[in-house]
């Protein structure tokens, strides 16, 4: 199941959040495991099973590992650890690149396992002994399809000691219905615009604007559904880090990998950059540190080589950055920086969404002149879409937080406490009412009429 | 806030903005708190209701049936079509479901947007269909398909009337630099493959129309009578019409039509009307319905006003094969083959034949040539609208079958 459908936002979250708060403590997390399975089983049942013996094979390989670590046999253990990452490595390239219907969420689940396997050998932690709090690690439905992907050093303590209180539940509310504002009313609406484009031919104009939209369109999704995870969690007691801060104000590329996804890049931080040796070592050693970490990013994302060219393209703007610019641009205006920051980012999306490399460069190269300046269907998406577009770029900034919190945290222009408390709740309320319409409506399918 | 409690006198200003901070984790609370009951209400109540209301078997709306309660069993849990399914009919009975898609394109429209599942919202309430994009390989093959029919039967007087779309025809109607094709080139473009057949572009007689506001409804893709009838007193010479009719009586059948765009669409609100024009001094006929065995005495079926689709008042929808017999004495005989567009054309071409036999190739898979022989065929004619006919792969087939 998906956090942005009817079904699961009016029968499926109302009744695991009442089971939840009424169950017993100590019955919890069983409960969010079964909730987990459910929810996953609600996309592929069949997935189930395979969530089930992989989570089982971790917790057995994590208590196998601290054993040999605790007994001194830390050749073994390291041997184990090989053993199991790469059997979860190879299951996964598997999937992504052999067979074609890899179950839902597997990369995300994959670095997760992972994640506990390192942290475990690393001793950062101990190993989970308790296998129902295990399976609620690698499982817990929030985060399972799309992440964040959360290191078990930073979830253990939550696992058996969190407080799920009212104030916690309301916050975790908000934040769920802000990225169900942010998913569906301008991440769904600006693909259906992308798709429009997507119909017509090249022009200079066409090939902006799909940069454009596709960045918004993904930045929307991704940091939507990851406001709903974090939400989501919340509600349940859990405090994840926030997965995205306003990319596309940063100033570089190497700010917006820290603020894109962070989870992910805390990940590669974590686990690849930082025992290879991270950045404290020679340069030639950083230089591969740095391209290692970003032909893993690129083939993380997907299984075709554009994926490995955009992962390769964003690693050699941040080795440039490093080696070469080195801030030679920081006295530029901060609106320019941002900018180019920007762009860098939106020619990398092209390669994203396009399916070959071929294909990207006949977007890039329209954008750039090689095409004729505008189509008519570019013009009317443009026209069609001016709102949405000029809100979605707000949505960009922390303007729309500022504005919330000088109006309606500190009350700014003194209104009457109830008058502002009226006006709050309505405008969220407005929020979920749209989101209700626009996820009813795209169920609306009228069948045409047969015989026309 | 913790060096703020020390033991040493906080300073007044250090106070107030304790206090200030203080006073605002408060009231974002309170907001949270308010929000959060407020929409756990809004939610409990909108399931409470969709789930106690009595499921609806039928969207008229929607023109679909409405997915009902899954049963539960093995095959469903494992394959997992029970989850989709429970979901599927949950929103499918949410409460007032009409309601929320009509929410839903208020707020579209609100915001900008310029179309709706694929039709153009454009001026005038006019809901408008998009133009289809010419299917070259099968419009190779229908052209083939008419010219050896036409020479096969080099004896009967072969004629095409092809009708652009209304987004063709009203380019003002359309929301704005809404991409439209140039469908009189397109048309154009087919006629040119053709030889042996006398073709008419519809799109002149009508986009000359002194009052182009009727020629289309605004809530269907079809023309209405008086469109149709526009194209019947302009093209009439190339139809091998003589004499077109001048006069006609004028009949109001509805206003409450809601067309096949505004269910894609999604707007129920306008409605549209449906006339008839009756030719004055219309010969006796009788009509019948081969797949129905039935015979009637009027082009027109009053019941099928009570239904969904109302267009289907004229000749009760489409039908493989309708017969007419009329007391014209003309000495002509026309055999059509026809899209829905048709239907409220034939309305007009009663007076000029004995016989009018309509094949819909759609669903008509039978031979043609008794057809021609019994009913002593003088005329053929090909009606269709382009954007059936530019992307049409059975006319090719049923013509060819019969070869």
């Known amino acids: ?39 996953y089983a609600w996309g592929s049942p069949k997935s189930v099973i395979f969530l089930l013996f992989a989570s089982l094979f971790n917790y057995a390989s994590g208590i196998e590992i601290e054993h040999l670590k605790i007994s001194r046999h830390t050749d073994a253990a390291m041997k184990v650890l090989i053993a199991s990452a790469s059997a979860n490595i190879v299951l996964l390239a598997s999937f992504k690149y052999i067979f074609d219907d890899m179950p839902v969420g597997m990369s995300f689940f994959t670095f997760t396992v992972l994640s506990y396997l390192f942290d475990v050998y690393g001793e950062r932690t101990g190993a989970q002994r308790n296998p129902v709090n295990f399976i609620l690690y690698v499982s817990f439905f929030p985060k399972l399809l799309s992440g964040p992907i959360v290191q078990y050093a930073d979830m253990e303590a939550q696992l058996t000691n969190r407080k799920a209180d009212p104030d916690k539940l309301m916050d975790g509310g908000v934040l769920f219905l802000v990225g169900l504002g942010k998913k569906v009313l301008l991440a769904d609406a600006l693909g259906a615009g ?44 859990f405090e994840f880090e926030k997965n995205f801060d306003y990319p596309y104000m940063s100033l570089t590329v190497s700010e917006f990998w820290r603020r894109w996804h962070i989870s992910l890049g805390n990940w590669f931080k974590q686990y690849v950059y930082f025992p290879m040796g991270g950045s404290r070592v020679s340069d030639v050693l950083i230089l591969r540190n740095l391209l290692v970490v970003w032909l893993l990013t690129g083939i993380w994302h997907g299984n075709t080589f554009c994926f490995v060219v955009w992962g390769l393209y964003h690693g ?4 440039l950055e490093r080696f070469v610019i080195k801030g030679r641009f920081d006295g530029f205006p901060k609106a320019l920086r941002r900018l180019a920051t920007c762009l860098i980012a939106g020619i990398g999306w092209i390669f994203f969404f396009s399916p070959t490399i071929p294909s990207a460069l006949r977007v890039i190269l329209s954008m750039f002149g090689g095409a004729a300046f505008a189509t008519r269907t570019a013009v009317y998406v443009l026209r069609s879409y001016f709102i949405l577009l000029v809100l979605s770029l707000i949505g960009c900034t922390p303007f729309g937080s500022f504005l919330w919190n000088r109006l309606f945290a500190e009350n700014n222009i003194g209104l009457n ?36 | 806030m913790n060096s703020s409690e020390t033991q040493i006198p906080e300073s007044r200003a250090a106070r107030r903005r304790k206090n200030r901070i203080l006073r605002e984790q408060k009231r974002r609370r309170r907001l949270n708190y308010i929000t959060g009951l407020v929409c756990a209400l809004f939610i409990i109540v909108f399931t409470a209701l969709s789930a106690l209301t009595p499921d609806k078997t039928f969207s008229a709306n929607e023109n679909r049936n409405l997915s009902q309660r899954p049963a539960i069993s093995v095959d469903g849990l494992m394959r997992g079509s029970f989850f989709s399914d429970t979901a599927t009919h949950f929103s499918d009975q949410f409460a007032s479901r009409d309601r929320w898609i009509s929410l839903k394109l208020a707020y579209d429209k609100l915001i900008g947007m310029k179309e709706s599942h694929d039709v153009y919202l454009g001026r005038d309430h006019y809901l408008l269909q998009k133009t289809v994009e010419p299917d070259t390989k099968a419009l190779d093959d229908i052209a083939n398909a008419v010219n050896s029919f036409a020479s096969l039967h080099s004896g009967l007087s072969t004629r095409m009337l092809v009708v652009p779309c209304a987004a063709a025809v009203l380019p003002d109607k359309l929301p704005g630099s809404a991409p439209v094709r140039d469908q009189a080139a397109d048309i154009d473009a087919f006629g040119q493959k053709l030889s042996g057949v006398t073709f008419t572009n519809a799109s002149e007689a009508l986009k000359s129309s002194n009052d182009s506001r009727n020629l289309f409804y605004r809530t269907d893709h079809h023309w209405t009578s008086y469109g149709a009838r526009t194209v019947y007193e302009k093209c009439a010479p190339g139809l091998g019409i003589d004499a077109p009719v001048t006069e006609f009586d004028e009949y109001l059948l509805s206003e409450t039509f809601l067309g096949t765009l505004g269910s894609q669409s999604g707007s129920f609100r306008r409605r549209d009307t449906i006339e008839i024009y009756v030719p004055k001094g219309c010969p006796n006929y009788y009509v019948y319905y081969a797949d129905q065995g039935k015979t009637v005495s009027s082009l027109y079926v009053r019941d099928k006003l ?26 002509k005989s026309l055999l059509i083959f026809k899209d829905s567009y048709a239907n409220s054309f034939i309305q007009y071409l009663v007076p000029h034949y004995d016989t009018i036999i309509m094949i819909d190739p759609r669903y008509y ?30 006319l090719s087939v049923c013509l060819n079958a019969s070869a």
Request: proline share 2%.
């Open chain 2, 306 to 331: 009570n239904e969904k689709d109302q267009y289907q008042v004229f000749l009760g929808g489409n039908h493989p094969i309708v017969e007419i017999h009329t007391a014209a004495g003309t000495g």
């Open chain 1, 194 to 237: 992308f798709a429009l484009l997507g119909q017509a031919e090249n022009s200079i104009l066409g090939a902006w604007l799909m940069m454009i939209f596709y960045s918004l369109q993904l930045y929307f999704d991704f940091s939507g559904y990851s406001d709903m995870a974090i939400g989501l969690s919340k509600m349940f007691g």
């Open chain 1, 417 to 452: 406490e109830h008058v502002l408390a009226f006006i709050a709740v309505a405008l969220r309320l407005g929020l979920l009412i749209l989101c209700t319409a626009s996820l009813l409506g795209s169920t609306y399918t009228s069948f045409l009429y047969f015989k026309f």
């Open chain 1, 1 to 39: 199941m998906v956090f942005n459908s009817i079904y699961f936002l009016f029968v499926f979250l109302p009744i695991a959040l009442v089971l939840y708060y009424v169950i017993p403590a100590r019955l919890k997390n069983l409960l969010l495991v079964i909730i987990s399975f459910l929810f």
């Open chain 1, 316 to 319: 050699a703007f941040v080795i």
């Open chain 2, 365 to 394: 898979f039978n031979r043609l040539d008794n057809v021609i022989q019994a009913n002593g065929i003088t005329d053929v004619l090909f009606l269709y609208s382009a954007n059936t006919l530019l992307a049409d792969h059975s």
